[in-house]
T-cell receptor, first 113, second 113 residues
Framework: KAGVTQTPRYLIKTRGQQVTLSCSPI?????VSWYQQTPGQGLQFLFE???????NKGNFPGRFSGRQFSNSRSEMNVSTLELGDSALYLC????????????FGSGTRLTVV | AQSVSQHNHHVILSEAASLELGCNYS??????LFWYVQYPGQHLQLLLK??????LVKGIKGFEAEFIKSKFSFNLRKPSVQWSDTAEYFC???????????FGRGTSLIVHP
């Protein structure tokens, strides 16, 4: 079966701009979680969506938002980009609650200049 | 605060050496434990997981991990590493007050041929 697909793979944006990242989970997986990965902080949880509803949210400012569509595809948006938002953004899908572990996508590498 | 610690940030080994990567967590309740691996240029993959039962868990590629509840630890082991094991290894724990897994900061393993 196809894995978790994230697009785009790479992005370069300017401070103050906004960006939208996309994630298509494994077919049948209804839970989509987003993580920010940086060398200094490791993987930091952003939010989790299940059946189009945000079920959990991490400790990130309101500039970070997301949504999930009826086909379980998810998008995350970052507004008013800051240099510190440069990171690898990972999407992970699971059947429900990640109890069987997550399947991760390859990530979107965002560079803010 | 609930946390996951991986004390070895960088490990360098020669092929055929034995490997043990430490993972400790701070939470007294029921937990599910995972090890993920991220090979260079690839996405995070689930290596092994522990939910209940035998505390010695075997995963893919000859890896195993032992859950020691009294020590709040879930260390990853491999008797003989190969050059292809060069990767970053992440320990993750859920049940730390939530089913959302908390990840350790990762251990970078370099295996010299």
């Amino acid at each position: 079966k196809a894995g978790v697909t994230q697009t785009p793979r790479y992005l370069i944006k300017t401070r103050g701009q906004q960006v939208t990242l996309s994630c298509s989970p494994i077919s049948g997986h209804r839970s989509v979680s987003w993580y920010q990965q940086t060398p200094g902080q490791g993987l930091q949880f952003l939010f989790e969506y299940f059946s189009e509803t945000q079920r959990n949210k991490g400790n990130f400012p309101g500039r970070f938002s997301g949504r999930q569509f009826s086909n379980s595809r998810s998008e995350m948006n970052v507004s008013t980009l800051e240099l510190g938002d440069s990171a690898l953004y990972l999407c992970a899908s699971s059947l429900d609650r990640g109890s069987d572990g997550y399947t991760f996508g390859s990530g979107t590498r965002l560079t803010v200049v | 605060a609930q946390s996951v610690s991986q004390h070895n940030h960088h490990v360098i080994l020669s092929e055929a050496a034995s490997l043990e990567l430490g993972c400790n967590y701070s939470y007294g309740g029921t937990v599910n434990l995972f090890w993920y691996v991220q090979y260079p240029g690839q996405h995070l993959q689930l290596l092994l997981k522990y939910f209940s039962g035998d505390p010695l868990v075997k995963g893919i590629k000859g890896f195993e991990a032992e859950f020691i509840k009294s020590k709040f630890s879930f260390n990853l082991r491999k008797p003989s590493v190969q050059w292809s094991d060069t990767a970053e290894y992440f320990c993750a724990v859920n049940g730390l007050g939530s089913y959302i897994p908390t990840f350790g900061r990762g251990t970078s393993l370099i295996v010299h041929p």
